[in-house]
């Protein structure tokens, strides 16, 4: 597979992220439940320390390869609405 770049506004949770081979790699966002865009370390990563566990919003770059996503943020704010329910008939 070739490495496809494309942008792109995602919305998710910030996890963190382990990886064995490589420790600067911390954080996640994780759309879905189940896609787990990768942040790559040194670009505006610093600021998802304090959205983990959270939704947000953000712009991204997206780098598809064969070991998954890889993300260059771009910009990210919190999204405050999340997925928050007003009561158990709406949400």
């Known amino acids: 597979m ?6 792109e506004t995602i919305y998710g949770q910030v996890i963190p992220y ?3 081979d490589d420790e600067n790699y911390r954080y ?4 879905d439940n189940e896609e787990e865009y990768i942040v790559e370390p ?3 990563s610093s600021q998802l320390e304090e959205y983990m ?3 947000v919003r953000a712009d991204v770059l997206i780098t598809e390869t064969d070991d998954g996503y ?3 943020i771009r ?3 919190p999204e405050e609405s999340g997925w928050q329910y007003e009561n158990e008939d709406r949400w």
């Open 2 to 7: 070739s490495n496809e770049e494309f942008e």
């Open 70 to 72: 890889f993300i260059k």
């Open 53 to 55: 566990d959270r939704w």
């Open 75 to 77: 910009d990210i704010e």
């Open 42 to 44: 040194g670009t505006n």
């Open 18 to 20: 382990t990886d064995e």
């Open 28 to 31: 996640a966002i994780m759309v």
